[in-house]
């Protein structure tokens, strides 16, 4: 049974940082692309980053490029999102995904339940 269980999210000011974690379970982790994906309420879920199972390939949202960082270690198969310099538009559940590399929610198989981030203005 894969699981994948996001951690790491809370309140937190405007400009300040969070770092989330998805620990994956179940599965063949390196393989696997492991993608971040966030949804605001009243929004359509949307792409923020995501990692080839290699961690050579990274790619970002235009939204989010320059102050957030994905990464991820095989060996404790965990993938992380570094977020800086938060804005209150990043208020969203944060979801990590596991599948193809992409930028579309259909390309990924398995999703955490995820975790709230609340960015105060």
């Known amino acids: 049974q894969v699981q994948l269980v996001e951690s790491g999210g809370g309140l937190v000011q405007a400009g300040g940082s969070l770092s989330l974690s998805c620990a994956a379970s179940g599965l063949t982790f390196s393989p696997y692309a492991m993608a971040w994906f966030r949804q605001a309420p009243g929004k359509e879920r949307e792409f923020v980053s995501v990692i080839s199972g290699s961690g050579l390939t990274i790619n970002y949202a235009d939204s989010v490029k320059g102050r957030f960082t994905i990464s991820r270690d095989n060996a404790k198969n965990t993938v992380y999102l570094q977020m800086n310099s938060l804005k209150h538009e990043d208020t969203a559940v944060y979801y990590c995904?596991?599948?193809?590399?992409?930028?579309?929610?259909?390309?990924?198989?398995?999703w955490g339940q995820g975790t709230q981030v609340t960015v105060s203005s």
């Open positions: 995904a596991a599948g193809r590399y992409g930028s579309r929610p259909s390309e990924y198989a398995y």
